[in-house]
């Protein structure tokens, strides 16, 4: 089982940047797929980006394409999230994930972390 921890979550005007941060532990971390998920109040957790083993794949959900960038250190077992042009909309509890596989779709994803609040102000 792999253990994930998010950090840099916080509170940034509209179009402000933050970049969040999700240390892996736990099984190999190179060998599989990451992901990142958001939960907003009342809603459902919603896919945001996933980005294969090797780091040489991404795909990003329609709402952050063009804004958010993914990426991972297999070194430091660690993936990313940087967010731009942050919007009020993008408040919620964002979610490192894990896959088993070395390329995920939204729905392969079985290991949680337990979130970092983002809140953007109008």
């Known amino acids: 089982q792999v253990q994930l921890v998010e950090s840099g979550g916080g509170l940034v005007q509209a179009g402000g940047s933050l970049r969040l941060s999700c240390a892996a532990s736990g099984r190999t971390f190179s060998s599989n797929a990451m992901g990142w998920f958001r939960q907003a109040p009342g809603k459902e957790r919603e896919f945001v980006a996933t980005i294969s083993w090797s780091g040489g794949s991404t795909y990003y959900a329609d709402s952050v394409k063009g804004r958010f960038t993914i990426s991972r250190d297999n070194v430091k077992n660690t993936v990313y999230l940087q967010m731009y042009s942050l919007k009020p909309e993008d408040t919620a509890v964002y979610y490192c994930?894990?896959?088993?596989?070395?390329?995920?779709?939204?729905?392969?994803?079985?290991?949680w972390g337990q979130g970092t609040q983002v809140t953007v102000s109008s």
């Open positions: 994930a894990a896959s088993h596989l070395p390329v995920a779709g939204k729905s392969d994803f079985g290991s």
